[in-house]
């Protein structure tokens, strides 16, 4: 099976924490995620945030399930707090027992350079992973990371702080990511002198007659001294090159409808 006949790989994201759904804390990690999903090829499909609560993100969960889609990834919720209970959650939704990882132990006193038994009870409690699922060592803090495969769906769990989830993610998730992907993407910031009434209905001709492509003029950063409005555009193609021609192509010909539509295109 070539690239090309590979179906699109779909991905759908929660944020797990009450500092999220309070509004006191941003949830900058599913937008980072988001962008290095979207970059490797993938789509989302959903972002969540979900409270530290067991019946909730197992509801959620659970549904996202239902979906399959290719990747569910979650973060945070994995730290040595009670109300840290994302490992718990899982194991509730697959009916897999929380085991503690005596390898992610080994490493943790290992750091720390003191014997097993001398682990305080933060981190044996961060040791935790579920029983026949993949776990994988943190590279920057102590929290594991854990995969599940249930069918097609691989269930991925990160810790919460963004640089451990960074590192997590580049170093085990990116990769499997980009195996599954048929496609590529590159997105590029352009501005147009046009109202969004107006260049609407050429985005629309756009994105219906060149699939793989994706625009959206950004309101919120319209600069009205400069009568320029932002517009975000991303592609998706098989390879680097395939994605560098089409967005050639795709700018090539908004600019074209701009300027038929007494408009035009500058770069940002």
Known sequence: ???????????????????????????TNSFWIADQVTRLGAKVQR??????????????????????????????GLGPTPDDLTIEAVSKIFNLPVVTRVEI??????????????LPPNLVRMARSLEGAECLPNPLGWAPVTLIKNSDTTIITLPGPPAEMNACFNEYIAKR????TP???ISKRVAVTMAESRISPIIE???????????????SEYQRDKN????????????????RKKMKETQERLRELLVQNGGNLTPL
């Open 1 to 27: 099976m070539t690239r090309r006949e590979i179906m699109e790989i779909h991905a759908e994201i929660f944020a797990i924490g009450n500092e999220l759904c309070y509004g006191r804390v941003y949830d």
């Open 47 to 76: 972002i969540t945030c979900v409270p530290d609560s067991i019946a909730d993100i197992c509801t959620v969960v659970k549904e996202a399930v239902s979906r399959t889609p290719h990747f569910i990834i979650l973060s945070g």
């Open 105 to 118: 132990l080994q490493l943790m006193a290992a750091r720390r350079g003191v014997p097993l038994d001398q």
């Open 177 to 180: 990511i980009r195996e599954r």
């Open 183 to 185: 496609y590529e993407s």
């Open 205 to 219: 001709e756009i994105m219906k007659n060149t699939p793989g492509t994706y625009l959206k003029p950004l309101v």
């Open 228 to 243: 320029l409005l932002p517009v975000e555009v991303i592609v998706f193609a098989e390879d680097e090159e395939a994605c």
